[in-house]
């Protein structure tokens, strides 16, 4: 996979002065990559920290710098899109869900992204998967985390709905000597991996073995969705909260005591500033994607490359997960169709 090479340039000259003044959403690939271990993640940003050698490795890895849409599209799929591809380019779309009881309880919709990873790790296809997990003390905070175990893959399931730098893990993985990883992420960090698998980055970008990223109508500041949405405009002590799901309107599972929701025109007013500046919905460079879709227990799968339809297609057949077809004149398809042409042109 190859793109067009950037210029040298030092971190400041790039990055610090087109990148970080509006259009970073944190997430991390910079601070990961860079040789000279120069860049540091403070308050979900990069920091210059160190002396830079001005290597341009950190610009070249990030997805809101150079490298257009399309030019990443054709070195990923060897093809660009073609008209009617409005949600990037697949083979197939499926909507599907877990045979897993245990992945049943804690997922976020139909539970295929776990189930995918659990039967990828159980095959030694993968021997770790880089997730996001929950916080104990606070489990609306999404933190990274390199899951080794089946109970861990299983114990990150479900949806926190704020930012978790996922990429920071890369390091981690290379570190411990992994050589085989299962990547989940939003779609700006699938961005970023094929961004390092595109500069021929082998230590980080040869150990990620399948993408799978997950649909993102944006991510929300931990203050903004926990204490000024859940705690002060909804009234619900964070620490009650059971679930939060969207599904046309923000939806607040509360311990034994029923839901309470509201509006996503409301919600909206509490996301990060990220998502004006992401025009991707459905995570168009991974090799599958997932999202809910106003789906109940059942998750919408976009099946892109050969690698994650024949992954998918393989947890099928060993009876791990049961699928229905996705006809293009549904409403979900139109839907889709919908949502990502309005992030593409800056809406959510
Ligand atoms: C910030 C955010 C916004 C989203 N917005 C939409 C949307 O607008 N519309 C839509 O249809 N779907 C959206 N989704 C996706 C949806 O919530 C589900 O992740 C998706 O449907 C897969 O469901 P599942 O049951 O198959 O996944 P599960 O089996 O429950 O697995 C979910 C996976 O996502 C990982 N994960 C959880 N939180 C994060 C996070 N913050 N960052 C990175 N990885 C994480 C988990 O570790 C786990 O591996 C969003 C997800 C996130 C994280």
Known sequence: MMVRGLAKRGFEESLGRYVLPSLCMG???CVTVCPAE???YVDER???????????????VCPRYGSPAREMEKAFFGRERITGEEFGIYRRVVVARTKNDDIRRVCQDGGVVTSLLLYAFE?????GAIVSDRDEESPLKAYPKLAESAEEIIRS??????????????KDAVAQGKRSIGFVGTPCQIQAIRKIQAIHLRKYGEIVNFT???FCGGCFSYNGLVNELIRKKMGIDPKDVEKVNIKGELIVKILNKGTKTISLKEAKKYLSGCVSNCMDFSAELADISAGGLGLEGWTLTILRSEKGEDL???AVSKGLLETKSVSKDSNLWRLLVRISRRKRRGFV
């Open 312 to 314: 998918f297609d393989e």
């Open 46 to 60: 990069p920091i210059l920290s160190g002396e830079c050698i001005s290597c341009g490795i950190c610009s070249s």
């Open 38 to 40: 120069c860049l540091k």
């Open 157 to 170: 399931a479900g949806t926190r709905y704020t930012y978790s730098p996922n990429i920071l893990l890369l």
């Open 27 to 29: 997430c991390a690939a």
């Open 212 to 214: 799978i990223g997950i």
């Open 123 to 127: 095959e030694g296809i993968i021997d």
